[in-house]
């Protein structure tokens, strides 16, 4: 497979980009006619809150503020919709958006914001017919409604009604079809991204289709399927692959070894072993833990111990890297130029097991070695250890920035004006 793949002179694969870049011939909010029109704008403001209900990371909500001041600038009436959580179409008092109202008003103390307690309807179309320029309607959330995953025509139209013009800022959830991010563009004219899908676009693929090399990318986290695809699409573009977090088991077993309690993914081991064999043919290198640490119980550990790769035993829980691995990635990533980070290396939420991301975060930015954070947990980790605004660029989509990373044109930015 890799044989026939085209290379360039230095044997990288030459991926075939356009897809992903078709982005740019889609309508930016500069390009919208927008003046005193009312814009319906899908944000994201999904954002993580303790249990005692209060947010802990308010950036997806901050990162779109320069769209709503712009299109008040515009004299427009804003309608922001956002889904909170998975209510599972069904409306959960916790999941309202009222937290988010209060934050909002706070970030903007100039505007008039209003709540809808509907996200369509006649009480909806009234608050907007009565809304002025300049003012901001935040509608309930779309997710109490099954129709909004089901992409449902009639709940997209209703949603539609609401607005001349459609801008979405929702990088986070630009991969899903649902109605209020991919199904409502069919009933409306104008539409385009915001300033924050704009970044998170050009921060993305100019990393994937001019990286400085040699370009690093770190991959963790848990699900091993939600990664494949981006390993797949890598090998060959990436200089080295470094495997750590739950996933590195999945890679330790295919490859033989004793992996004890630690979480796996038997069913990926197959497509596992295939991409170790692809990188071996091609100019990228995977790179596996050596060494990790290991406990017995990941709740109530009562014993927690760093072992080499070839002493895990049947009673272990490998929960973070070891000292050898973490001092071997750090010397690759500092003979790399970029670095894309997805997921932590390790159960990075507890003290204990941090060890290996917060190493590793800090190794770059004391050495100032240019990295995108591919947001969800690793954004959380960075959030967690300080680092937020030491580092290159955080992705707020986690799902959305791998598959953007995989080539694709996200159904969100597909469904927008072309200029
Ligand atoms: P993902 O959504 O796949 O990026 O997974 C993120 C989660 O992976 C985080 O909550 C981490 O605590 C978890 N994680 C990282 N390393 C491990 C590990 N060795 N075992 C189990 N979970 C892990």
Redo the contacts with the bound molecule.
């Keep these: 497979m890799l044989v026939s793949e085209p290379k360039d002179n230095a044997g990288y694969i030459k991926r075939d980009l356009t897809d992903m870049l078709k982005f740019r011939d889609k309508k930016s909010l500069t390009d919208l006619d927008l003046r005193n029109k009312r814009v319906l704008v899908r944000v994201d403001f999904n954002v993580p809150m303790n249990e005692h209900g209060n947010i802990t990371d308010a950036r997806r909500i901050r990162y779109t503020l320069p769209t709503i001041h712009y299109l008040l600038n515009e004299n427009c009436r804003v309608i922001l919709i956002s889904h909170l959580g998975r209510p599972k179409g069904k409306v959960v008092d916790s999941l309202k958006m009222d937290t988010i109202y209060k934050r909002l008003k706070e970030y903007c103390p100039l505007s008039n914001i209003y709540l809808a307690d509907e996200c369509i309807g006649s009480s909806v179309e009234k608050m907007v017919k009565k809304l002025k320029a300049r003012e901001i309607l935040l509608l309930e959330n779309p997710r109490f409604y099954p129709e909004e995953r089901e992409n449902d025509v009639d709940f997209a139209k209703g949603l539609a009604r609401l607005a001349d013009v459609y801008v979405t800022e929702a990088f986070a959830t630009a991969h899903r079809r649902h109605a209020s991010t991919y199904g409502v563009c069919d009933h409306i004219e104008e539409k385009g991204y915001g300033f924050l899908v704009e970044k998170e676009m050009k921060f993305i693929s100019n990393c994937i289709a001019k990286p400085k090399r040699p370009l690093t990318v770190i991959l963790?986290?848990?699900?091993v399927e939600?990664?494949l695809d981006v390993i797949k699409y890598l090998i060959g573009v990436a200089d080295n692959i470094l495997i750590?977090?739950?996933?590195?088991?999945t890679f330790l077993l295919a490859k033989g070894y004793s992996i004890g309690k630690?979480?796996r993914d038997l069913s990926k081991l197959e497509d596992v072993r295939q991409y170790m064999k692809n990188a071996e043919a091609s100019c990228t290198r995977i790179y596996l833990p050596r060494d990790v640490v290991v406990c017995d119980e990941?709740e109530y550990p009562s014993k927690i111990e760093q072992v080499p790769i070839t002493e895990i035993n049947e009673n272990h829980?490998?929960?973070?890297l070891g000292d050898e691995t973490i001092e071997v990635y750090k010397d690759i990533l500092s003979k790399s130029q970029q670095v894309i980070w997805?997921?932590?290396?390790?159960?990075?939420?507890r003290q204990e097991f941090e060890k290996g991301t917060k190493e590793i975060a800090t190794h770059l930015i004391e050495n100032k070695i240019y990295t995108i954070i591919g947001g969800?947990?690793?954004a959380a980790a960075f959030e967690k250890f300080g680092f937020q605004d030491d580092v290159s660029f955080i992705s707020t989509g986690?799902g959305a920035s791998l598959e953007v990373m995989k080539g694709t044109l996200l159904p969100g930015i597909e469904c927008l004006s072309d200029k």
């Design positions: 963790g986290g848990k699900k939600d990664k750590g977090g739950g996933m590195a088991y630690s979480v990941l829980v490998g929960v973070d997805q997921g932590p290396l390790g159960v990075f939420e969800g947990d690793s986690g």
